[in-house]
């Protein structure tokens, strides 16, 4: 509604410029036709009166162009040189008019070069006729200063026409960046849940699918041992707990509010049956880098269970001066090892590790390293 509204007044604008300029060119051929000399088909009146057609030609000129959105310059042009002659064919009359009105168009409508050509035009034209048609000196000369005092306020309305539409454009590119912000957060928040949900997904349910295999390898071999069946479906219980608290601590932690740090990845680790220790003095990160160190050790857990089952998480957190440190092993299993989780979850893991712990400003690497597996992860802080 509001573009629509700023539409309207701006064809209101327009048309009453145009209305304004009409009745100016009627108004001063009724009024140069009533002043002596008159023009007329003889001598001087003849020259007035081929000359007053020119200029109402660069009049309407003026007005067909500006509502084209052509150049003004041509039209322009044309009433400042026809405008300066008529100044000079009759001195005492408001022909000077034309010149005046090309001067002020120039001035609010041409970059101050092209406007201040087409006055000169205007000036050099009333000047050389005038004093050569005998003109007085004092008339020529007003008439010079009322040219160029018409140019000076042109000028003064374009630099303020100019200052708006560098405003206006200024405020249509602060919108469009707060927009592509608010566009980048949503994108940021969106690929942040989705690192959530896999790093829940590949833990918990991964976790969850080996305890469910493993009751249903007990109870379908030849002779059936429920007991430990049992102890693997208790297990899997314990498991969908465990995620059910994980989801709860993913929503804290997108909402900054995250537990202490230790005991998060010591509570992980030892659940596992791995071993965890802390070096040097706690202290408080940042969510997103709080975050990508606790995914750090889930990862590391859940390649454990899925690559190396049976072998034991090994996990290292040291804070030093300016970043956090943390570091994950586990023994390689043998080779000839059963690996019922290996193709469990979706193998983007690391890249998503990799991608939170850039995000948080710090780095990360994994590999062998002997004859173990290492993660290793740092961020600033």
């Known amino acids: 509604m509001g573009a629509l509204t700023a539409t309207l007044r701006d064809r209101r604008y327009v048309w009453g410029i145009q209305a304004m300029r009409v009745c100016g060119l009627l108004a001063l051929g ?51 040189v026809s405008g300066g002659l008529l100044g000079a064919l009759q001195p005492g009359g408001p022909a000077i008019g034309v010149a005046a009105v090309a001067a002020f168009a120039a001035g609010s409508n041409l970059p101050p070069q092209a406007s201040t050509m087409v006055t000169v035009l205007g000036m050099a034209t009333l000047t050389v006729g005038g004093l050569a048609l005998g003109a007085p000196a004092t008339a020529v000369i007003g008439f010079v200063v009322i040219l160029g005092t018409a140019l000076g306020m042109g000028m003064i309305r374009y630099g303020i026409t100019q200052r708006a539409d560098q405003a206006e454009q200024l405020v249509e590119q602060t919108r469009r960046a707060a927009a592509a912000e608010t566009e980048a957060a949503v994108l940021g928040e969106r690929a942040r849940i989705a690192r959530e949900i896999h790093d829940i997904l590949a833990h918990s349910l991964g976790a969850l699918a080996m305890q469910v295999e493993a009751a249903q390898a007990l109870l379908t071999q030849d002779e059936p041992d429920v007991a430990k069946a049992v102890r693997c479906v208790e297990r899997a219980g314990q498991l969908t ?107 983007f893991g690391l890249g998503g590790l990799r991608e939170r712990i850039e995000l948080a400003g710090g780095s990360l690497t994994a590999g062998r390293e002997g004859a173990r597996w290492c993660v290793r992860a740092a961020v600033p802080g």
């Open 30 to 80: 009724a009024t140069v036709a009533g002043i002596h000399p008159q023009p007329g088909l003889h001598g001087r009146g003849l020259a007035l009166t081929v000359t007053l057609a020119v200029a109402a030609l660069g009049w309407i000129g003026l007005i067909v162009f500006d509502l084209r959105a052509w150049s003004l310059t041509p039209p322009l042009a044309v009433m400042a």
């Open 241 to 347: 707990r465990a995620g059910l608290a994980e989801s709860r601590r993913a929503v804290h932690a997108l909402r900054d509010d995250l537990g202490p740090l230790p005991e998060m990845i010591g509570s992980l680790v030892e659940a596992d049956g791995g071993t965890m220790a802390v070096t040097g003095e706690p202290r408080k990160l940042p969510a997103d880098a709080a975050l990508a160190l606790y995914r750090t050790a889930q990862e590391a857990v859940t390649n454990a269970r899925k690559h190396a089952p049976g072998k034991a998480v090994v996990v290292e957190l040291r804070y030093e001066t300016d970043a956090v440190r943390l570091s994950a092993s586990n023994a390689l299993s043998e080779a000839d090892a059963d690996r019922p989780l290996t193709a469990t979850g979706g193998g």
